[in-house]
């Protein structure tokens, strides 16, 4: 079979079985036989299995000091400078029009787009736009060009444009090749009558989770916009899968709520390393490859025993779901709901459930064994969150209520925040480029290490809201002191 020879996995269900069973078997070994040297792992009094922290990388030499001279010379931009500017040079703004696919018959249609990207990533909404446009744009000019001529697939093609651009320069590289990504969900606020809308647990708010996926070299790839009540892991590999740009990663790091043993077993058929950074990971049960193998060091991690006869009985099952997957027949996070909806009764559920086991329980051993890999981990994990934050700064209309009801409106204002974002943090990379380019290298350290400390998430140098202009010149109308007449009747 063509799949299984391009990933290397063996077209007969026994032999697969095999060699999953001798991988799982390696990686318990190597555990063991690292338990003494690592330091990673130790066991308290009552057995519990306790990892060490890992201690932060010392700053390199000089990194600090370029980093300051970076910062100082960005020059000042707007929002709007960066939609303008990398419009210039990516032209993104080509997929929109209208449906029918003619040429868009609306005056300065480039201005009216750019703005329009502006006012509903920035959450100001067309109204608020139109106020602040001086006159050049009405309420209805922006909502018509959101309505009529950009919808999200639109947006997913400027996004990737702008990815693609990003992938060119060669400062990204040192925060990361692009072949690991990070996927994670942030809150934003939505009505509290809309469907979508549920109360956080974690967060303690009313409405609905963006769903990003974001590249270890900082530029995000896909979101989606799902409800809060939905287990995230639902939809990590529906992020990779539906990514069509340059950048294309095949390891995917997530927190707790990004793994289950299914999600497990589906990203490894579809060749995705899944790495999450797991909370409460030694609540977890471990399986061993056989019931009568035991570990000198590490025996006491392992609770149960892989059932090689279901996963060797429902390969082939399982590979006709993955080739429908591949074929775009079938997303990943519907047959991920419907696994979870059917349980009890699903068998399908059962064989990647079982599959799952093996690939967590592999995952699991590296991650206490390598600190390498737990530091990995942590970083690109971490680089998400620092998204997040850096979509909320631009997210500052309507004070970050989504003020929508309909579903697919609510997630192209995702998809425009992600424009948005994207097109700041690519021009913030030809920014920094272009100092970097200009520095002393004898007064400045300038090394991979140092370069891997810089990040294009800084704002400092961004006017969020534009210029204020102070106007002493224009003479008010002096005010009425005059008594208002009232009718008596």
């Not at 539906?242 to 990663?249: F, L």
């Not at 999600?263 to 049960?285: C, E, S, Y």
């Not at 061993?288 to 025993?305: A, C, M, Q, W």
């Not at 989504?402 to 609510?410: A, G, L, R, S, T």
């Amino acid at each position: 079979m063509d799949y299984c020879s391009e990933l290397g996995f063996d077209p007969d269900p026994t032999h697969f079985a095999q060699n999953l069973k001798q991988s799982l078997t390696d990686a318990a070994e190597e555990a063991d036989r690292a338990f003494p040297e690592s330091g990673q792992l130790s066991f308290k009094e009552e057995g519990h299995p306790v990892l060490t922290k890992i201690r932060k990388r010392p700053t390199p030499k000089g990194a600090i000091a370029l980093k300051r001279a970076v910062k100082k010379k960005m020059p000042s931009r707007t929002v709007l400078d960066a939609l303008a500017f990398i419009e210039q040079w990516v032209n993104y703004t080509r997929h929109f029009g209208p449906a029918s696919g003619t040429d868009a018959k609306i005056q300065d249609k480039l201005s009216r787009y750019l703005m329009t990207v502006f006012g509903y990533g920035c959450n100001l909404g067309p109204a608020q736009t139109a106020r602040h446009s001086h006159g050049r744009f009405t309420t209805r000019m922006l909502a018509f060009a959101n309505r009529q001529h950009i919808n999200n697939s639109k947006l997913e093609a400027a996004i990737q444009d702008v990815v693609n651009y990003y992938a060119r320069f060669d400062l990204p590289r040192y925060w990361g090749i692009g072949k690991t990504a990070a996927a994670d969900g942030t809150v934003f606020n939505t009505y509290l009558n809309n469907l979508m809308a549920e109360r956080h647990i974690r967060y303690g708010e009313y409405g609905g989770v963006a769903y990003h996926h974001v590249s270890d070299n900082y530029i995000a790839l896909f979101s989606h916009f799902i409800s809060v009540g939905i287990w995230e892991a639902v939809y990590i590999i529906d992020g990779l899968l539906e990514n069509t740009s340059e950048i294309q990663p095949d390891t995917l790091h997530a927190d707790t709520q990004g793994q289950s043993l299914p999600v497990f077993g589906l990203a490894h058929l579809l060749g995705i390393d899944l790495m999450p950074r797991i909370r409460n990971w030694k609540d977890m049960t471990l399986f061993r490859p056989d019931k009568n193998v035991t570990y000198e060091h590490i025996d006491s991690l392992f609770t149960g025993t892989i059932n090689w006869k279901r996963i060797e009985s429902g390969y082939q099952n399982m590979l006709q779901v993955v080739l429908s997957i591949r074929a775009g027949k079938l997303r990943p996070s519907m047959i991920l709901r419907k696994l979870g909806n059917y349980s009890r009764k699903n068998q399908l559920y059962k064989d990647f459930r079982e599959l799952g086991r093996v690939i967590r329980t592999i995952f699991l051993l590296r991650y206490t064994s390598d600190k390498d890999l737990r530091r990995k981990v942590t970083a690109t994990t971490n680089k998400i969150e620092s998204f997040h934050n850096f979509i909320a700064w631009l997210f500052f209309g309507g004070q970050g209520l989504i003020n929508e009801n309909d579903p697919v409106e609510m997630e192209k204002r995702i998809k425009y925040n992600d424009l948005v974002a994207n097109t700041l943090i690519l021009l913030n990379v030809i920014d920094m480029t272009r100092i970097i380019l200009e520095l002393d290298p004898d007064e400045f350290v300038i090394t991979p290490a140092t370069l891997a400390t810089l990040s294009p998430y800084g704002t400092e140098h961004i006017q969020r809201f534009g210029g204020f202009v102070l106007d002493l010149d224009t003479i008010p109308q002096l005010p009425s002191f005059d008594p208002i007449p009232v009718s008596l009747d």
